[in-house]
């Protein structure tokens, strides 16, 4: 088993017909970057910055920050590194400071409050383009709903580089700039974001959360949160839809990429780019190699057409089943 692990973390990740894939390592501390350099996986997916800043008291500095972000793209060698603008609220809150909400999943968080505090937001900004300039760094911004956001957070960023340039600091002033695909608002209305961003990436918990309205962390809900639910899955086939149409890289970024069912159903709905945990990465190429791109593709057709999540799985389940 360790072996084939070993293995495996070489092993490039391509179909039995013979369709590349893109596996990345979703990272929580920079900690982590050089074991998940490791794992095989091919850049990060997803660098969730907030837990630079969840139960502490203060927010980490500029410099503080660009280490940590130096660190996670010095570890993956010129591979791509996408680093998540903070996704601070919700579930995850620095100590202090933040106010108590009814409804924090509806709430004051992530682009919303980085965008009404412009200097914590362009402190972040400043930190991620100066770290571009160790690799191939592209910066995603969490719970999009409008295009709004996306233009208000681009003029950020070119007053972050100019107030670089104003220091004489080195920096890139190019850095690609994506979005989460992560409300049922971004996923309904996907194309209206294509002429504005390079790359949409998935955020299948957060997703599958807003669509169904059920809580992700609730255990009474547990049952309740179906991935597979025909409304996920139109959500995301339309999503892939439009950036084909588009040119533009998406991907999935969601803990759904790392499970064998859920692998098979995304890659038979064309998506070509996953980004798991590191420790999960060797199982989702496992199963990536283990399976045809075409025949995914064919039960994700017919599990699209299923009127519950329960038929859906069947379909892929049976033709999973076929393939291993
Ligand atoms: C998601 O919502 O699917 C996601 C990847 O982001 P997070 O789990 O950090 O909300
Ligand atoms: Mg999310």
Not at 52 to 62: H, Q
Not at 112 to 128: N, S
Not at 129 to 146: C, E, N, Y
Request: aromatic share 4%; charged share 25%; glycine share 8%.
């Amino acid at each position: 088993e360790v072996e084939e692990l070993r293995l495996l973390a070489s092993a490039e990740p391509v179909t039995l017909d013979g369709e590349p894939l893109v596996l990345r390592a979703n990272v929580d501390l920079p900690e982590e970057a050089e074991q998940a350099a490791n794992s095989g996986a091919d850049g990060v997916g997803l660098m969730r910055t907030e837990f630079l800043v969840v139960g502490r008291a203060t927010m980490p500095d500029e410099d503080e920050q660009y280490r940590a972000y130096a660190r996670v793209v010095d570890a993956f060698g010129g591979h791509p590194v996408v680093i998540r603008t903070f996704d601070v609220g919700g579930d995850k809150l620095p100590v202090g400071g933040f106010p108590v909400e009814p409804n924090p999943f509806l709430g004051w968080r992530a682009i919303r409050m980085c965008l009404d505090e412009p200097e914590l937001f362009k402190t972040q900004l400043r930190a991620l383009l100066r770290a571009a300039t160790h690799g191939d760094v592209r910066i995603m911004l969490p719970l999009v709903v409008t295009v709004e956001e996306v233009r208000e957070a681009r003029a950020l960023m070119e007053e972050s580089a100019a107030e670089l340039r104003a220091r004489g600091v080195p920096h890139r002033d190019d850095v690609a700039l994506g979005v989460m695909i992560e409300t049922p608002a971004a996923a309904v209305s996907v194309d209206t974001f294509a002429g504005e961003v390079a790359f949409f990436s998935i955020g299948t918990n957060d997703l599958v959360q807003y669509t169904l309205a059920v809580d992700r962390g609730n255990a009474l809900l547990a049952p309740r949160f179906t991935p597979l639910h025909p409304a996920v899955l139109r959500l995301i086939a339309r999503t892939v839809e439009v950036a084909h149409d588009n040119n533009i890289e998406v991907a999935v970024c969601g803990e759904m990429a790392s499970q064998p069912l859920m692998a098979f159903a995304l890659i038979g709905l064309g998506l070509r780019q996953l980004s798991v945990a590191a420790r999960n990465v060797p199982a989702v190429k496992r199963i990536v190699r283990g399976i045809h791109a075409s025949r995914a593709a064919d039960a994700a057709r017919r599990a699209l057409r299923a009127g519950t999540a329960a038929e859906a799985e069947r379909i892929l389940l049976e033709a999973l089943e076929r393939e291993l």
